[in-house]
Nanobody, 115 residues
Framework: QVQLVESGGGLVHPGGPLRFSCAAS????????MGWYRQAPEKQRELVAI???????NYADTAKGRFTISRDGALNTVSLQMNGLKSEDTAVYYC?????????WGQGTQVTVSS
């Protein structure tokens, strides 16, 4: 079983930065991909950024140029640096890790962008 623990998040003013981290533990094995998703009220969960086990990175169009995903393979952590936050970035953010035999989700972290 794989467990994910997220840290970071909170309330930030428009234009401000925020950083998340997600630490995985348990029977991790080979990781196919690590990523961040978000779900705003009354909307479906959507991909924000993802990094594959081979290091390939993809961003949602809304994240390009503002967000940076990174991974520390030795520590099995994935981080998301968000800059230039906008009110439309307000959502619950979830860490996700996919392996050969699992698809694990973090508990979710609220991000509120408001003045």
């Amino acid at each position: 079983q794989v467990q994910l623990v997220e840290s970071g998040g909170g309330l930030v003013h428009p234009g401000g930065p925020l950083r998340f981290s997600c630490a995985a533990s348990g029977s991790i094995g080979s990781i196919f991909a690590m990523g961040w998703y978000r779900q705003a009220p009354e909307k479906q969960r959507e991909l924000v950024a993802i990094i594959t086990g081979g290091g390939r990175i993809n961003y949602a169009d809304t994240a390009k140029g503002r967000f940076t995903i990174s991974r520390d393979g030795a520590l099995n952590t994935v981080s998301l640096q968000m800059n230039g936050l906008k009110s439309e970035d307000t959502a619950v953010y979830y860490c996700n890790i996919k392996g050969r035999t699992y698809d694990a989700w973090g508990q979710g972290t609220q991000v509120t962008v408001s003045s």
